[in-house]
């Protein structure tokens, strides 16, 4: 029997008529079985979505050569991955080592399907963390005068470790408008906040001043507008009246890491499709 690949088909386009059509004889004509099809129009912006799981016997190649056609004649923006290839991920950190661990946790169980091949903080603070972990630590102190260089640098890791995605886990620096830019769609940051209230510094603080009953967490897309970029995931948490700000932190930490590993695992299982400020999840 010919072996088969799992491949993951992701696209969008302009929402016209005989897309799904199109791509299903493209995937017949390349031997493909669909084993899981999920498609999506969005009435407010027009665009149309579509996340396609299938196994053939045919090459990569051979089946990014089935699709281009009817890519071109939709004018779609598509990818083919194998399923389960894992996604070459960086991860940024400061001081707070909750989100970095469980990213790490995960990864080293198998749940998340990412490769780290580099960590990199402003501080030396979570070094002993990488270690035990036996992924290299990189310190790039950041100032005011330095950032330009410090970013340069973290580039540099990037493109030498061929490094497909960017998590920002608790890293307390704003990025550049030119780093966010050239990371757009690849990068991830976790706010310890439901936003799109509290943004900036200390938004636990702010909501315990407001008075809130829920806090949460958001992990996003990074963009040059701080904290607005497209949200990918969220998630909640009571609270109430007696509770202290920093029992607000303490509480808030859990959820932050859940909420940043969700959204790195269905990135990098290729199911959020950007959607102008809006993402589209495939879950």
Known sequence: ??????????????????????????????????????????????????????????????????????????????QVNPVGQKVRTIILCSKDAHCLNDLLFAQRTGTLPIEIPAIVSNHRDLEELADFYGIPFHHIPVTPETKPQAEAELLKLIAQ???????????????????????????????????????????????????????GATAHYVTADLDEGPIIEQEVIRVDHARTPAQFVQMGRDVEGRTLAQAVQWHAEHRVLLDGNRTVVFN
Not at 51 to 58: D, K, Q
Not at 175 to 187: F, Q, V, Y
């Open 161 to 215: 470790n061929d490094v497909e995605l960017t998590v920002l886990a608790r890293y307390m620096q704003v990025l550049s408008n030119d780093l966010c830019t050239e990371l757009n769609g690849r990068a991830i940051n976790i706010h310890h906040s439901f936003l799109p209230s509290f943004k900036g510094a200390k938004p636990y603080h702010q909501a315990h001043a407001r008075g809130v009953k829920i806090i």
């Open 1 to 78: 029997m010919t072996d088969s690949t799992a491949f993951v088909v992701t696209l969008s386009c302009p929402d016209l008529p005989g897309i799904v059509h199109a791509v299903a004889g493209a995937l017949l004509g390349a031997g493909c079985n669909i084993a899981d099809s999920q498609q999506y129009g969005s009435p407010s912006t027009g665009n149309f979505f579509m996340r396609v799981e299938a196994t053939t016997s045919s090459t990569e190649a051979e089946l990014r050569a089935a699709l281009q056609p009817v890519a071109e004649s939709f004018g779609m923006t598509w």
